[in-house]
């Protein structure tokens, strides 16, 4: 029996050697078109737990030391092998919780922890994940099995800045099985912004699990806040954040510069653990609303499928969360002509108006009695 490989193409274009100035510096521009400073006067993202499905993120980077957890290789259900550190897993796992210890790069999330599920091994631009052991109709997906196993872990957020062009069941299912969990799905959309294919369409193909529902699907921009060229674009891009020259971690030590949805899509899932550290019962669809509702630079339709509903801003998307979730249960904005829930008032019983018959009757009442006393009155008069 045959068994098949999928191929997952990293959703990153291209690193590069960064410029002479610190880090900070470097990144300061991507925090800014994030608003995440202002963010962090409410949260940093404590208590939460961001799984990176990706390749092994290197736990010995000083701004990751002591704040990864290793789960075990994703790409086979029955054999255990350690993976070495990978270069875009420790890239992603820095923008999202990177400490800035020392004054290096810094998270958008950095009170968060890393689950490192290691799913790919990225040495090249090009990454396959090995055959599957019984590939076939309800076999499950090294994917699949990363989300339950972080849905199961207690992971609040799933990272994935991977991608390949064909839907599958079990990580439909996968997916479905996080998002009960109450677990946001973040995913770079990819790459393919330029491809011949998309230059004569007008659209890019879908890249998956960005593309399956539930799934935030982030694009990427520039500093103008401007679409970057090689974003896909489709009706999966949800909302979109900087992915062109990025500041990310390298494996080892020291920075570098990334282009790419990956770095879009790690950023986007660290704006959703702060989210979810300020308001952890918040469910999956409203963290998703309040990252689109609230994002800036919105195209001038309300939604266009290269930056979806705009650039997120963190500090707004918790407002966003925050009136979320101060909105009574049951009571969907803009519907209050069907009623307030339980505070309505009671309604009226049917029939006439008992102060209306009360007074009517009162009416009758009196008129009879005058009557009567005029009948009496003329009955006891004397003929002259």
Not at 125 to 152: F, K, M
Request: charged content about 20%.
């Amino acid at each position: 029996m045959l068994t098949s490989v999928r191929v997952l193409t990293a959703a990153l274009l291209t690193f590069a050697t960064p410029a002479a100035d610190p880090v900070r510096e470097q990144q300061q521009w991507v925090l800014d078109a994030l608003n995440v400073e202002q963010a962090w006067s409410v949260t940093k993202g404590e208590n939460v737990t961001v799984a990176v499905v990706d390749s092994a993120v290197d736990t010995k980077v000083k701004e990751l030391k002591g704040r990864v957890s290793a789960g075990p290789d994703m790409t086979s259900s029955t054999v255990t092998r350690e993976l070495p550190p990978g270069r875009h897993g420790t890239a992603m796992a820095g923008l999202i919780a990177g400490s800035g210890e020392d004054d290096g790069l810094i998270g958008v999330a950095p009170g968060a922890r890393i689950l490192s599920l290691p799913l790919v091994i990225d040495d090249e631009p090009g990454v396959s994940i090995p055959p599957l052991e019984e590939e076939g109709s309800t076999a499950e997906s090294p994917l699949a099995r990363a989300l339950r196993y972080a849905a199961n872990q207690g992971a609040q957020v799933i990272s994935m800045s991977i991608g390949s062009y064909g839907p599958v069941r079990s990580e439909r299912e996968a997916v479905s099985y996080a998002l009960s969990k109450g677990v946001v799905l973040v995913a770079a959309v990819g790459n393919d912004g330029q491809t011949q294919y998309a230059k004569e369409k007008g659209t890019s193909y879908w890249s998956f699990p960005a593309g399956y529902p539930g799934v935030i699907g982030v694009a990427a921009t520039d500093k103008q806040g401007r679409r970057a060229t090689f974003s896909s674009d489709n009706l999966s891009v949800q909302v979109s954040a900087p992915g062109v020259q990025v500041p990310v971690l390298k494996r080892g030590n020291g920075y570098e510069l990334s282009e790419g949805t990956s770095s879009a899509g790690a950023l986007v899932a660290g704006v959703a653990a702060l989210i979810k550290s300020r308001y952890p019962d918040l469910p999956p669809e409203q963290v998703a609303q309040a990252l689109s509702s609230s994002a800036r630079g919105r195209p001038a339709s309300g939604y266009d499928d290269q930056t979806g509903f705009g650039v997120v801003d963190a500090a707004a998307a918790l407002n966003a969360a925050e009136r979320l979730t101060s909105a009574k249960r049951g009571v969907t904005p803009g519907m209050q002509h069907f009623g307030q829930g339980e505070d309505s008032p009671v309604p009226t019983r049917p029939g006439a108006d008992p102060l209306r018959l009360w007074l009517y009757g009162g009416g009758v009442l009196l008129a009879l009695v005058i009557f009567c006393g005029a009948i009496v009155v003329l009955h006891q008069r004397k003929p002259e």
